[in-house]
């Protein structure tokens, strides 16, 4: 099959964890770079990391790459790019843009420049003057930085994060792709505990599940590529059919979500019920200064309250303060906590074994790593 130029576009901080994701699907031949990675596949490609990826946002065809510091050189490049291999007929191409530390700032100026620039290649192969654009969509984005130009087409439609379970969204919700980035980066081995004891609406605990049994995150939704009669429709039925098969159906896992509020934990129950993971998770009303466990060598991954209103920050602090206090209580465990409050550290009564910084949304973050001890070692 012909080689594709393929982006797996990720928040800024995950594009490591991606590229690994990318690496474990057979994806090597990749180049790393800030908010996405590049890599090389085939149609298949576009099919199997659309169901896979579990922390990128998007994965986008790459049509062309080039220099652009002028109008005329964005029309001419852009027309000489090979848009009907993808295009057909009676596409509907609507065209985004985005200009960072370019000459060509207008994003406006420049989206109906490569607009205009397709229409042109397209009457050259169809033997057309107008196009109606009524049939399937693929949205094209123009993205310049630095006088750079990159063109790319949107294989994914919603973000990679709407998994499809989770319809209903309780406040200040942890994007799912931050949510399997956080159980990835702790290593959580599936046969011990985890708990997230500020669950609310259950992201985290259902993505280590999904994780666990080998779900694709992409099992129960569908993507704009989809209706791309330029892909072919047997290339997704393989990839949902291989997906399919790869669920691990056996294997038993001890996952708790708690919250102090109830309601919230009803939307849980609901989307990891959705998700198809309802029966490997216990979720509980309790308050994290009751957090107990006859377990040992568990794992906590959460995403507290940050405090981020003014009104707030005392009550995060107190919070955090009484998280280091729980911690003495389970020697053994591991915790792993992202906050953008700065003086984490130093509220929960300890330095972290190591910390990444993260963003939640548009929220810089870090991400506080505490290790507990080995269990081999005991």
């Known amino acids: ?8 576009t990720a928040a800024f901080g995950l594009e490591a964890i991606v590229a690994k994701e990318l690496k474990e699907l057979g994806y090597k031949d990749q180049m790393v770079e800030n908010g996405r990675v590049t890599f090389r596949g085939d149609e298949e490609a576009i099919c199997r990391t659309n169901l896979w990826l579990r922390s990128a946002d998007r994965v986008l065809v790459k049509v062309g790459e080039f220099e652009a510091t002028t109008f005329d050189q964005l029309f001419e490049r852009t027309k000489a790019l ?16 985005k200009s960072i530390k370019s000459k060509l700032f207008s994003i406006s100026d420049c989206q109906a420049i490569v607009k205009k620039a397709i229409v042109e290649k397209m009457k050259q192969t169809y033997k057309k003057d107008w196009f109606d654009e009524t049939g399937p969509k693929y949205k094209i984005e ?8 990159t063109l790319t087409i949107d294989t994914s439609g919603a973000g990679l994060h709407k998994r499809g379970y989770r319809e209903l969204t309780a406040q200040a919700p942890l994007r799912e792709t931050l949510a399997a980035a956080l159980v990835r980066l702790s290593k959580w081995p599936s046969d011990r505990v985890l708990a997230d004891p500020f669950c609310g609406s259950g992201t985290i605990p259902i993505e280590a599940a999904l994780m666990a049994l080998n779900i694709a995150p992409g ?7 989809e209706s791309w009669p330029t892909l072919s429709q047997k290339g997704w039925q393989t990839a949902r059919e291989e997906a399919q098969d790869a669920i691990i159906q056996d294997r038993t896992l001890r996952l708790l979500g708690t919250d102090h509020d109830e309601s919230v934990l009803s939307l849980a129950r609901h989307h990891a019920r959705k998700a198809g993971v309802e029966s490997h998770i216990h979720f509980q009303q309790l308050s994290f200064s009751d957090f107990r466990s006859r377990y040992d060598y568990g794992y906590i ?7 981020e209103r003014m009104g ?3 009550e995060a602090e107190e919070l955090y303060h009484e998280m280091g206090k729980v911690y003495v209580t389970l020697p053994t465990w591991s915790f ?4 953008s409050h700065k003086e984490f550290e130093k509220l929960f009564g300890r330095p972290a074994n190591k910390k990444r910084k993260l963003y939640n949304g548009r929220i ?6 505490y290790f507990g001890p080995d269990p081999t070692n005991k």
């Open 301 to 307: 991954i959460c995403n507290p309250p940050y405090g």
């Open 82 to 97: 090979p848009w009907p291999d993808w295009l057909p007929v009676d596409a509907e191409f609507p065209v985004d843009g």
């Open 219 to 225: 099992l129960k939704r569908s993507f704009i590529s």
């Open 1 to 8: 099959m012909t080689k594709i130029d393929l982006i797996a």
């Open 336 to 339: 792993f906590v992202i906050t």
């Open 364 to 369: 810089e973050c870090n991400y506080y790593q």
């Open 312 to 314: 707030e920050i005392r």
């Open 142 to 149: 123009v993205g310049l930085l630095k006088d750079r130009a």
